[in-house]
């Protein structure tokens, strides 16, 4: 099966970038027809989505986050990266990455990594 593992700083400063990334094995993420999805739950809150990079490179970005948001891809090394600029304490969350398939019913078959803590702080 599918692992993904994140990996990144886990304390970052006001106003730097935060940047995390997500290592795969068991599946290209150059396979049709895969969505590779970051997701973050902030503290006693809910899932919080923030968009996602497709098999063919193609990137999408919830608005309201997509004016700081940059989700980019190492074929090579079989990883995608999020990075978000700018950051505020706001952004402290446990931070997801996910493999993501939509069937023909649209239901959403979705493989997580196990999350890492992010904390913007000074």
């Known amino acids: 099966q599918v692992q993904l593992q994140e990996s990144g700083p886990g304390l970052v400063k006001p106003s730097q970038t935060l940047s995390h990334t997500c290592t795969v094995s068991?599946?290209?993420?150059?396979?049709?027809?895969?969505?590779w999805s970051w997701i973050r739950q902030p503290p006693g809150k809910g899932l919080d989505w923030i968009g996602y990079?497709?098999?063919?490179?193609?990137?999408y970005y919830t608005p309201s986050l997509e004016s700081r948001t940059s989700i980019s891809r190492d074929t090579a090394k079989n990883q995608f990266t999020v990075q978000l600029s700018s950051a505020v304490p706001e952004d402290t969350a446990v931070y997801y990455c996910?493999?993501?398939?939509?069937?023909?019913?649209?239901?959403?078959?979705?493989?997580w990594g196990q999350g890492s803590q992010v904390t913007v702080s000074s």
């Open positions: 990079i497709t098999y063919n490179g193609s990137t």
């Open positions: 068991e599946s290209s993420i150059t396979r049709n027809y895969y969505y």
């Open positions: 996910a493999r993501v398939y939509f069937d023909y019913q649209r239901r959403g078959q979705i493989y």
